[in-house]
């Protein structure tokens, strides 16, 4: 007892270590993209639009140009990092836009009146049941694309989900008995809801948080890669991949490597989710 | 007697992550013997039945020792062979038949499945063998009560049916887990006697799991006591019961027999909770009926000190009338009084915070009741805070004196719920209604998830509190003994109303209403021919209150 007791408040302490390998792996995969993503800007070995070697498009795997060159002879490895801003930050950002508002209504939907929660839940369901990527297209036509207008956009499209998910939690949460205990006590729906109910569901908001942002990351390389996500000269990393198109025949590094970093970053993810879904199972 | 026997178990020991949860076990049965297997939770009584199936749970593993069953080795079974063994040799009866059963399929293809499986017999002869099986376990309309669904049929009727499917393939040994401990007194007696027949008519070798002594004493042949995973002893039922020899049983054997606690005198005065005519349920009020009503017409007082036990089977809305009174859920009609004024049955928004801090409940389940992301000490101080203020120091100080009124150490207000065992989370829950300083704690089922000993303890510990500090209770059960122990006066609920009240001593002693008599007479008694004198006298009875049918 006393043995098992202790152990359980240093894990709390010391959650990190307790991931499993693969978890701890994909967490230094996300955490190198993220340090690229803010420092990437400076650390860039060559400036992202210059043509470092116009005689020698879509070029090899070289010790100057260590992702090899695109189809302008500018240097990949420099405009991967630049573009990493884009394709890491963005689906931070709308994900933990959407978790929020999903969130609150979610928590709103249990705790108000049945009625509130029904016609919610048909609002919300109305906006899930558009395809998402062509919900996408059809705004950034019609608004122009830019910055802003991805992210309002993307937020709008993944708080149904976040709603969902949050909403179910809550409802699971929102039956145990010490929920009752409080309402008996006299709490307000303030105290229930932060010092009550979302403790506990916290697990689920960041397994869903990755999920959320997985899922967004590839639809903004996909609008990207369609020429409607970041507009040139700035790029993402779907667009390096559609710019560099031409390269396919050739198997040049400029396409591959955007690429294979995209799938890194949502890989690493996916493994950092696992590990949280599963702590929250030996809960 | 040169009777082989047909169980043999040997020095069996079962591992888990290391740690030895069963522990040089032995035991032996002769063929058609009922063998029991009693303890507390986490004494492996379960997992040593289980093993007789060559079977552990995930993350255990039998490390040692042998297992016989008729002559073949258990745990060298595998593959076809163990499958056969399984459903043919032995089979298996769960605690929770309605888990068991699945709901969408009728319950005669379901009990047939086994047979079929194995393909011991032909689909007719199936079903012609479960009706025979239906009529064996005394189910009512037995040729035709297999056609129907789950939801169809009683708590009672589907254990006993379960126990019908595990019959199909005419098994040799039967394993029996805590068969009957989600079920009602009432309806616990006919499942037993079902079962004792069974056992009896098809000459079945039984391994019988309970942590009730008072089962165990009418079906058992022999008795096996069981604490953390060793044997504590192993003895005859007859002998065991009359002359344990392990401090052990003795403590279980005492635990078992109801004693009656010293209460406070009844005071001239001073009414705590009056109520009159409540009146709730669930579904639309139309016309101030709702939809579906639990409760009609209760009336009751309750003075300062003194303790009114609310029995009765699940469904009979004894629980509703806590929630009612707690302010979880609105009466349709009904006034109450708390100290003298008004409490509002209809809406709890409307209550003073003096309302609710005078009136606290304590909820059954504290693994629930718990926020397992706070501290004890949070917990705690919540309360000490939203009603008193208090904050710092003196909240912190407040809090320990809590913790050391329900006997915990102090070195737990920082430990989460989670850490704590059952009995112990049951202390901070009752803790946190004491934080209030109230004056009527309404307990809905607070010992029925808790080994009898631990139970036990905690009615103690509710009497003690009561005489320091004056409280009053209302205490709800469905065990007639808790409920003798501490309650000055017993309320008896039969579907949703009144049927009797008595001091305590009265309602045992000389039950007047026939379903209180019936509810008193099944309470199982620790000697062996209770279940035969009680199954006679209510078969020769003139009126019988059915449970569930």
Redesign the interface.
């Known amino acids: 007892m006393e043995t098992t007791s202790a152990s359980v408040t240093e894990r709390r302490r010391l959650r990190l270590p307790n991931w499993p390998l693969l978890s701890m792996i994909g967490a230094v995969i996300f955490l190198f993209w993220v340090f690229i993503a803010v420092f990437g800007d400076l650390l860039t070995p060559y400036e992202p639009g210059e043509f470092v070697d116009s005689w020698n498009v879509l070029g090899p795997m070289t010790a100057d140009y260590w992702l090899g060159t695109d189809y302008l002879g500018r240097d990949v490895l420099s405009r991967i990092m630049t573009g990493a801003k884009y394709t890491v930050g963005l689906p931070f950002v709308t994900a933990a836009l959407a978790l929020l508002f999903g969130l609150i209504l979610g928590v709103m939907a249990t705790l108000l009146s049945k009625t509130v929660d029904t016609a919610m839940s048909w609002l919300m369901d109305t906006v899930n049941s558009l395809p998402s990527t062509i919900f996408a297209l059809v705004a950034v036509a019609g608004f122009g694309t830019s910055i802003p207008v991805l992210i309002i956009v993307i937020t709008i499209l993944y708080i149904p989900s976040a709603y969902r998910n949050v909403r179910s939690a809550a409802i699971n949460v929102s039956k145990m008995e010490f929920i009752d205990a409080a309402r008996v006590r006299g709490e307000g729906n303030m105290h229930i809801i932060f010092r009550e109910i979302l403790p506990n569901i916290i697990p689920n908001l960041l397994t869903h948080f990755g999920i959320m942002f997985i899922y967004i990351a590839l639809l903004l390389s996909g609008l990207s890669f369609l020429g409607l996500g970041i507009q040139p000269p700035e790029a993402d990393w779907g667009a390096l991949v559609s710019e560099n198109m031409v390269g396919l025949s050739y198997g040049a590094p400029a396409i591959f490597a955007p690429a294979l970093c995209l799938l890194s970053l949502t890989v690493s993810m996916t493994l950092m989710v696992d590990a949280v879904s599963h702590q929250k199972k030996d809960r | 007697m040169t009777e082989e026997h047909f169980i043999e178990v040997e020095n069996l020991v079962i591992e888990a992550g290391g740690r030895k949860i069963v522990n040089d076990v032995s035991f032996k049965a002769k063929k058609g013997e009922v063998v029991a297997l009693i303890g507390e939770s986490g004494s492996g009584k379960s997992t040593i039945a289980l093993s007789l199936m060559n079977y552990a749970r995930e993350g255990c593993a039998i490390t040692g020792g042998s297992i016989k069953v008729g002559g073949r080795d258990v745990r060298g079974l595998k593959g076809a062979a163990l499958k056969d063994f399984r459903g043919k040799t032995v089979s298996y009866v769960a605690q929770s038949a309605a888990a068991a059963f699945n709901p969408v399929k009728r319950i005669k293809n379901q009990i047939v499945e086994a047979a079929t499986l194995h393909k011991s017999m032909s689909r007719a002869e199936a079903f012609a063998r479960q009706k025979e099986l239906m009529h064996t376990m005394a189910l009512p309309d037995a040729d035709n009560i297999g056609d129907r669904y789950v939801h169809q049929v009683s708590g009672g009727q589907l254990q006993r049916m379960m126990a019908a499917m595990a019959m199909i393939n005419t098994p040799e040994v039967m394993i029996f887990d805590e068969p009957t401990t989600a079920l009602d007194v009432t309806t616990q007696v006919e499942v037993l006697k079902g079962f004792k027949d069974m056992i009896r008519e098809r000459g079945v070798t039984a391994v019988y799991v309970s942590h009730d002594l008072g089962v165990v004493a009418q079906v058992a042949d022999r008795i096996l006591v069981l604490r953390d995973g060793e044997v504590m002893e192993n003895a005859p039922a007859k002998d065991l019961l009359e002359r344990p020899q392990s401090s052990f049983t003795q403590e279980l054997l005492s635990a078992s027999e109801t004693r009656l606690l010293e209460l406070q005198p009844e005071p001239e005065h001073d009414v705590v909770l009056e109520a009159s005519g409540v009146l709730a349920g669930y579904g639309a009020i139309r016309n101030g009926m709702p939809q579906y009503p639990v409760l009609e017409d209760i009336n009751f007082r309750i003075k300062k000190g003194q303790t009114l036990g609310l029995i009765g089977e699940s469904g009979s809305g004894k629980s509703t009338l806590g929630r009612v009174l707690?302010?979880?859920l609105p009466a349709a009609k009904g006034q109450a009084k708390l100290n003298g004024r008004d409490l509002d049955l209809a809406n709890?928004q409307h209550?003073r915070?003096q309302d609710?801090q005078d009136l606290?409940?304590v909820?059954?389940?504290a693994d629930?009741?718990?926020?397992?992301?706070?501290s004890n000490a949070e917990i705690l101080g919540?309360?000490l805070k939203?009603?008193h203020g208090m904050t710092g120091e003196a909240r912190r100080k407040r809090v320990l004196e809590l913790l050391d009124m329900v006997r915990l150490p102090a070195s737990l207000a920082d430990?989460?719920p989670?850490?704590l065992s059952g009995g112990q989370k049951q202390r901070v829950n009752l803790a946190?209604a004491l934080a209030?300083n109230p004056s009527l704690v309404i307990c809905d089922e607070v010992t029925s998830a808790l080994d009898t000993v631990v139970a036990n303890a905690v009615v103690e510990l509710l009497v003690e509190l009561q005489r320091e500090l004056g409280l009053s209770y209302l205490f709800i059960s469905h065990d007639l003994g808790k409920v003798e122990a501490m309650c000055n006066e017993v309320m008896v609920l039969y579907k949703g109303r009144e049927v009797e009240r008595a001091p305590r001593d009265r309602l045992t002693a000389a039950p007047e209403h026939a379903y209180t008599q019936q509810l008193v007479a099944a309470v199982p008694q620790l000697r062996q021919g209770w279940l035969e004198e009680v199954t006679a006298a209510s078969a020769a009875g003139p009126q019988t209150y059915r449970a569930g049918q």
């Open positions: 707690a302010g979880l709890a209550r915070k609710r606290q409940i909820f059954q389940m629930t009741a718990l926020n397992p992301r706070q919540r309360p939203f009603y430990r989460s989670r850490e946190r209030a």
